[in-house]
């Protein structure tokens, strides 16, 4: 299965939210799926790499403190990761798409990939959206 993760943090980047998607991602990957992750560049750190069997992508914001978000840096991430997250959508092509976060990370970006790539939403409790392919 190819499962694409979106959240404006992930370690070392951010806190509780980035960790547990780092954990969710590493098992998803050490079970055999494929897996990726959209997430915020922070100064230092690769735009691209490949760590315990996960991609990781890296889009350029404005954030400025790598263990707290403010809500512009938020906004910032929302409109960075649209055009990202389309071109991963089209290449990648996942099966299913895990956005962490309502806001920032299920706004724009995962409504014009659920829109090209024939994705539906599907809401869960703790501030995360799965949305699953066709």
């Known amino acids: 299965m190819k499962i694409l993760m979106i959240n404006y943090e992930y370690p070392p980047v ?78 990648f092509r996942p099966d299913v798409c895990c956005a962490f976060f309502t806001v920032p990370s299920t706004g724009r970006p995962i409504d014009e990939l659920a829109a090209t790539n024939s994705l539906r939403r599907v809401a869960t409790r703790r501030r995360c959206s799965w949305i699953l392919g066709r």
């Open 14 to 91: 951010g806190g509780g939210g980035g960790n547990a998607m780092k954990n969710i991602a590493e098992r998803l990957a050490a079970k055999g799926e494929s897996v990726v992750v959209l997430t915020s560049h922070f100064r230092g750190l690769p735009h691209r790499s490949h760590e315990s069997g996960v991609e990781i992508l890296r889009v350029p914001t404005l954030r400025r403190m790598v263990d707290r978000c403010t809500p512009v840096e938020m906004i910032a991430f929302m409109v960075a990761s649209v055009l990202p997250a389309l071109v991963v959508g089209w290449r």
